[in-house]
């Protein structure tokens, strides 16, 4: 089964609006990542939060962590047109052997219209 | 700097051959990790290697598909007579020590007939 789920699996909005896309885990994280993937292309890292932060920003995007819930959300504000892609969130469960052994759920298709 | 390198970025196989995917890291990068994305799914883990030596290869199917990253060249994938369900996009990401993100490819697209 997988270790996270996002949802929803598909969000359409209008240039300007802002984006949210939320993802479940099962057990205890390392940290947690989210990645974006345009279509068919490779994956491009944006945000790593670690278990013990609850909050990061960079630019336009913005993640929170909730351990006691096991969620985390990326919200992506004033989204433009160039945002279309998928994005993923993907963890790494402690005593990963300290490796990078990213478990990643089924993703957010993101559309947004001009 | 150049990114993380796959090819070929497409492949076509019939039922039976073999494919070889190859992966060439980040300069600087001695983990590499290859990922199967089906369609309209995430990744998942297949196999972590560093130089000469496979870490962990806990999603590698038990059968046909084996990976290596010799001392010098690029990591290959290696999976023998494919079958239609092994039509994926094969993706490598590469990291340096010690730190938390990958840095992936374009991925390898394997179609088997």
């Known amino acids: 089964s997988q270790q996270g789920e996002e949802d929803p699996q598909a969000l359409s909005i209008q240039e300007g609006e802002n984006a949210t896309m939320n993802c479940s885990y099962k057990?205890?994280?390392?940290?947690l990542q989210w990645y974006r993937q345009n279509s068919g292309r490779g994956l491009v890292h944006l945000i790593l939060?670690?278990?013990?932060?609850r909050e990061k920003h960079s630019g336009r995007l913005r993640v929170t962590l909730d351990t006691s819930k096991k969620s985390s959300s990326l919200l992506i504000t004033a989204s433009r047109a160039a945002d279309t892609a998928s994005y993923f969130c993907?963890?790494?469960?402690?005593?990963?052997?300290?490796?990078?052994?990213?478990?990643f759920g089924a993703g957010t298709r993101l559309a947004v219209h001009p | 700097n150049a990114g993380v390198m796959q090819n070929p970025r497409h492949l076509v196989r019939r039922r039976g051959q073999e494919a070889r995917l190859r992966c060439s890291p980040m300069?600087?990068?001695?983990?590499v990790y290859w990922y199967r994305q089906l369609p309209e799914e995430g990744l998942k883990f297949m196999v972590y290697?560093?130089?000469?030596?496979?870490?962990?290869e806990s999603g590698m199917p038990k059968e046909r598909f084996s990976a290596e990253f010799p001392k010098e060249g690029p990591s290959i994938l290696r999976i023998q007579q494919v079958v239609r369900g092994d039509s994926a996009a094969y993706f490598c990401?590469?990291?340096?020590?010690?730190?938390?993100?990958?840095?992936f490819g374009e991925g390898s697209r394997l179609t088997v007939l």
């Open positions: 290697l560093q130089k000469e030596n496979i870490i962990d």
């Open positions: 057990t205890s994280i390392n940290n």
């Open positions: 300069k600087g990068h001695s983990h």
């Open positions: 939060i670690r278990s013990n932060e």
């Open positions: 990401a590469s990291s340096p020590p010690y730190t938390g993100e990958l840095f």
């Open positions: 993907a963890t790494v469960l402690p005593f990963s052997g300290g490796y990078n052994k990213l478990i």
